[in-house]
């Protein structure tokens, strides 16, 4: 049985950090793969980062290249977002997702290429 539970989001002010945790349990490591979303009130839920858990490549959006970084301990399970240089705009409830039999090629970002979700996170960032 897989699942995923996230932990760590709160409130921050502009510029501030947060960091994210997903505990994944019960993947095949040498096949799956996680992903990090984000849904704000009214929008669509967007694609953040992801991650394999084996190899060293990972995947951003635009929006948030260069101030979000994805990490992993495999010894733990847990996937980790860490968030820099937070903006209002990253307000959002953030999920973590994991695709149990990655594709090749992987559409890293497409929400139907995972199969397990957790119950998401908030994270509010202040003006």
């Known amino acids: 049985q897989v699942q995923v539970v996230e932990s760590g989001g709160g409130l921050v002010q502009a510029g501030g950090s947060l960091r994210l945790s997903c505990a994944a349990s019960?993947?095949?490591?040498?096949?799956?793969?996680m992903g990090w979303f984000r849904q704000a009130p009214g929008k669509e839920r967007e694609f953040v980062g992801a991650i394999r858990w084996i190899g060293d490549s990972t995947y951003y959006a635009d929006s948030v290249k260069g101030r979000f970084t994805i990490s992993r301990d495999s010894a733990k399970s847990t996937v980790y977002l860490q968030m820099n240089s937070l903006k209002p705009e990253d307000t959002a409830v953030y999920y973590c997702?994991?695709?149990?039999?990655?594709?090749?090629?992987?559409?890293?970002?497409?929400?139907?290429?995972?199969?397990?979700w957790g119950q998401g996170t908030q994270v509010t960032v202040s003006s």
């Open positions: 997702a994991a695709d149990t039999s990655v594709s090749w090629p992987w559409r890293y970002g497409l929400r139907t290429e995972y199969d397990y």
């Open positions: 019960g993947l095949n490591f040498f096949s799956s793969a």
